[in-house]
Each structure stands twice: as structure tokens, then as C-alpha cells.
T-cell receptor, first 119, second 110 residues
């Protein structure tokens, strides 16, 4: 079965360290996204990609970077981790769902999440 | 600007009906999604509305009024397993981004 997997599921690191969270999907979806989820803020978009070699900034991209060298993977890198980046990170990929009007919309399928703690 | 509002918490009784409201202001609105998220788990897709009206899927229905910037999720015959956070999300046609509200934490009591 196709799936989307994140690793590690839990990570504790120190301020200033570089951290990479992996996201791998076997749906063959072109669209991939990274969100962070914090109490009081809901899910906020960090970066997204619509295909190989394509990356775009979301609403909270400062301090994060992504790269898309193939369809399956979108790793998220924190260049120098800060305590404010302690959060739960969700990767997602999307497929197109047709509504009853025949319009297409992308439905996100999320990974299980990666809980990152920066001390 | 983009803004999505939904109540923070709701409580309902097993077997009852509950309606979770969501209002949105999104530039280039292109559809409204509802997701369910159990504690410690990933969000899962429930419904999608782009045209005005009601979409029904078993015990769950979702309604959209584009002119009012308003949607609701209706859950019937509530079960204990429906205790979860319900996330309203608006799709922007600019970049196809999905913008989420903070979520409504629903507690179903016996």
C-alpha cells in the first residue's frame, strides 16, 4: 500500500544544531508540504513543493529549508535549531479530488508527525 | 488577508448531534476542507466543499456558504470515538495553499 512516512518520530536536540526531518511518500504525488503544529496556532505552512526542483516558502519559513531532488522525498532542515522551533512537524502530500462540479482540489494526506524538542 | 475562526472547544453527549462552525476570510478562496485529528495522531480528511450547499457522508455532513464566508461540520449520532479535534481549512487558489484554523476540540460524554 502507498504511504507517507516521517522520520524520526521523536527528536531531542540542542540549540544551534542542524536537524533534518525526513519525509518519504510512495503515492507518486507531485505536491508535498511541511506544516508545524503548536497549541494556539493550529497547523502552519512552512514550505511546499509542486514537483522536482520546485520549492516555495510558506507563512513560517524563516529558519527552515527544503529540497526536492526526487518525487518521493521532501526533507526539512533546520539550519540552526532554536527553542522556538520546538513543535510537532507534519509532512503531507496531495492528490486531486474532483467535486460534484467537476473542479479539482488537492486533498492532503498527512504523515504521522515528528515531535521535535530543542533544548 | 487570511483568517479562519472556529470555536476552541465543544462538548456534546453520545448519540446527540453537534454542529461545528467555521468562518473564513481568504484571498482567492477555492474550497473548504474539514479534517479530523485524534490526540497524538495525524489529521485525516473528512470533507471538501467548493460549491454552496450540503455534502453528506454517512454521519458527517459539511455545509458551505461562499457569500457568507461560512461553513459548518455536522456530526450525527455521536460516538465516543468522535472525540477529537476538528480542523477547518480554506484552500487558496493563489499557490493552492491550504490554510488551517486552530481546530475545535470536541469532547463526547456518555
Amino acid at each position: 500500500d502507498a504511504e507517507i512516512t516521517q522520520s524520526p518520530r521523536h527528536k531531542i536536540t540542542e540549540t544551534g544544531r542542524q536537524v533534518t526531518l525526513a519525509c518519504h511518500q510512495t503515492w507518486n504525488h507531485n505536491n508535498m508540504f511541511w506544516y508545524r503544529q503548536d497549541l494556539g496556532h493550529g497547523l502552519r505552512l512552512i514550505h511546499y513543493s509542486y514537483g522536482v526542483q520546485d520549492t516555495n516558502k510558506g507563512e513560517v519559513s524563516d529558519g527552515y529549508s527544503v529540497s526536492r531532488s526526487n518525487t518521493e522525498d521532501l526533507p526539512l532542515t533546520l539550519e540552526s535549531a532554536a527553542s522556538s522551533q520546538t513543535s510537532v512537524y507534519f509532512c503531507a502530500s496531495s492528490e486531486t479530488l474532483l467535486d460534484r462540479g467537476g473542479n479539482g482540489a488537492n486533498v492532503l494526506t498527512f504523515g504521522a508527525g515528528s515531535r521535535l524538542t530543542v533544548l | 488577508g487570511q483568517n479562519i475562526d472556529q470555536p476552541t472547544e465543544m462538548t456534546a453527549t453520545e448519540g446527540a448531534i453537534v454542529q461545528i462552525n467555521c468562518t473564513y476570510q481568504t484571498s482567492g478562496f477555492n474550497g473548504l476542507f474539514w479534517y479530523q485529528q485524534h490526540a497524538g495522531e495525524a489529521p485525516t480528511f473528512l470533507s471538501y466543499n467548493v460549491l454552496d450547499g450540503l455534502e453528506e457522508k454517512g454521519r458527517f455532513s459539511s455545509f458551505l456558504s461562499r457569500s457568507k464566508g461560512y461553513s459548518y461540520l455536522l456530526l450525527k449520532e455521536l460516538q465516543m470515538k468522535d472525540s477529537a479535534s476538528y480542523l477547518c481549512a480554506a484552500l487558496s487558489k493563489y499557490g493552492g495553499k491550504l490554510i488551517f484554523g486552530q481546530g475545535t476540540e470536541l469532547s463526547v460524554k456518555p
